[in-house]
């Protein structure tokens, strides 16, 4: 049955969330799959590198080199890889939300043409919050060595009042891009829906946000615990049945396979929970109704807000 498009508190917004997830376990659990498969291939790739037999000692720094940079490029490889798992999701959520049948192909195959905006949105939101981090982290690093180097002169206690400067700045920076993540966090979803450029998807994501703010951040905060605490019990239970096999390799392929598990059981929630805030958002400051939904699953929809706002 199609579910009514109406404005939802937070609790009913989980409510429907795990409501979806429960009822289409395996199409969401398939879709979310895409990226922690892509970072368990470079990690078990990583360890059948650093396995084999009779490296020479003088080629450690290069095989030290080589692992560094599979890691880098594993990592990049899950981010992408979620990025477009998150847009399949966001396709699979309208589908689901109004009773119809995607596949997780068809989720897929629906972002045809579109992946590249995809992709350049995550992007910019990393980069925007990975500069105002690494900003934030200078200075505090600058402003915590002046005031620590001072303050030692001074006695202990201008050293401890340097260190706790550093201390506040980090905390600052931490505010910083959780306040920057959130405001664009519903870009994607407007990037596949409304098929808008990275740029335009960015600020109709400050526009929609805007005023749910603490919504979208206690759906993230909630999810993110969950994540971790399943991450943390399936990640200990692993980890312990391999220290009892005495074979650190196995052992090490039981945590990552643990790791990926983890990562596709409970990366949907998040998005899911997101998508459906895009769309509540709407509801509320646009009167978005089920028929304008229904067609945003096969053609991008025209956007009714007032003039994008930065």
Same mark, same amino acid.
């Given at each position: ?26 199409? /969401? @659990? #398939?879709? %979310?799959?895409? !990226? ?7 990690? $078990?790739?990583? &360890?059948?590198?650093? =396995? ?95 005031? /620590? @180097? #001072?303050? %030692?002169?001074? !006695? ?7 260190? $706790?400067?550093? &201390?506040?700045?980090? =905390? ?139």
């Amino acid at each position: 049955m199609n579910e009514p498009l109406r404005p939802m508190s937070v609790g009913q917004l989980m409510d429907r969330t795990f409501s979806l997830y429960r009822n289409n376990f395996i199409l /969401f @659990v #398939g879709i %979310a799959a895409l !990226g922690p498969a892509a970072y368990l291939v470079f990690q $078990l790739l990583t &360890i059948g590198s650093a =396995a084999l037999p009779g490296v020479a000692p003088r080629h450690t720094g290069a095989a030290f080199a080589s692992l560094g940079i599979g890691m880098l490029v594993g990592i990049f490889v899950m981010l992408a890889g979620m990025a477009i798992s998150q847009a399949a999701t966001v396709k699979a959520v309208a589908a689901v939300h109004l009773g119809r049948t995607i596949t997780i192909g068809g989720a897929y195959k629906a972002l045809r043409g579109r992946i590249g905006r995809v992709l350049a949105v995550f992007a910019l939101v990393i980069l925007l919050v990975g500069v105002a981090v690494m900003v934030v982290v200078m200075l505090a690093g600058i402003i915590g060595g002046v005031a /620590f @180097v #001072g303050g %030692a002169r001074a !006695g202990t206690g201008g050293a401890i009042l340097g260190g $706790l400067v550093a &201390i506040v700045a980090v =905390a600052v920076g931490a505010t910083l891009a959780i306040t920057i993540y959130v405001r664009y966090s519903l870009a994607i979803q407007a990037c596949v829906v409304e098929d808008l450029g990275p740029v335009a998807s960015l600020k109709r994501s400050a526009v929609l946000s805007k005023g749910a703010r603490s919504r979208v951040l206690t759906i993230y905060f909630v999810f993110f615990v969950l994540s971790l605490i399943v991450s943390v019990l399936l990640g200990g239970t692993a980890g312990g049945l391999g220290a009892l096999l005495h074979k650190p390799i196995i052992a090490l392929i039981m945590v990552y396979l643990a790791s990926f598990i983890s990562g596709s059981l409970t990366g949907p929630l998040a998005t899911i929970g997101i998508s459906l805030l895009y769309y509540d958002e709407r509801v509320r400051k646009e009167a978005f109704d089920l028929q304008l939904m229904m067609s945003s699953l096969d053609a991008p929809t025209p956007s009714i807000a007032a003039p994008l706002q930065a």
